[in-house]
């Protein structure tokens, strides 16, 4: 069984997904980057079930179920309720739950083929979730997501500047993102596979300070 670090954590969701990619390759005739979220989510769940002593989960828990089961809604209620990117009517895709103290341990959202454009209200979402948590549980999450690889690498490292300076703004929060090897085949929306072309998992760990 694998201990939870950040580390583990990190490499356990990008190592879920390249199995989740090869069983789609075989089981669906498709490639990760096609499928749906909630199948990510899925295997990452159960992924992190099966090797990790201590998680179990919850998919598309209530944002604000998961608030209070972490003990945050009550301290924090009136600047949880007041906070537009919390979305606090909403679900996360995934909340880990720490099987020991039976509460929310970490908040892991999904994105496929996303432009980074469209990832800033999951970026903010999950930093604002880190900031009101503190040191308790939720202080870390994570936003996990299928890209296409530029053909350029310098381009890789852009798009890593771009989510870094979007976290620059938000205060008591930091950011670590790794990602997977490139992966093929890489499928459009025709789900026909376009050549030469590869894409990677994206793992971005943002965590209160």
Known sequence: MIKSSPNSRRQAIVDALVRAHESALQLCGTSLNRMPEYYMAMRVADYFADNFLDFGYRLEPQVKRTFKKAHLWHEEAESLRADPDIRHNGRFDLVLYNNKRERPAHVIEFKRGAKLDSLRP????????????????????????????????????????????ELDGIEGVSCKIIHSDTLTPFINRDYEIVADATFRIWVIEIKAL
Do not use: M, W
Request: glycine share 4%; with cysteine; aromatic share 4%.
């Open 122 to 165: 999951d970026i903010k979402r999950l930093a604002r979730v880190c900031f009101h948590a503190g040191h308790k549980s939720l202080e870390t999450n994570y936003l996990v997501l299928t890209r296409k690889c530029p053909k350029d690498g310098s381009r890789l490292e852009k798009a890593k500047q771009v989510i870094l300076e």
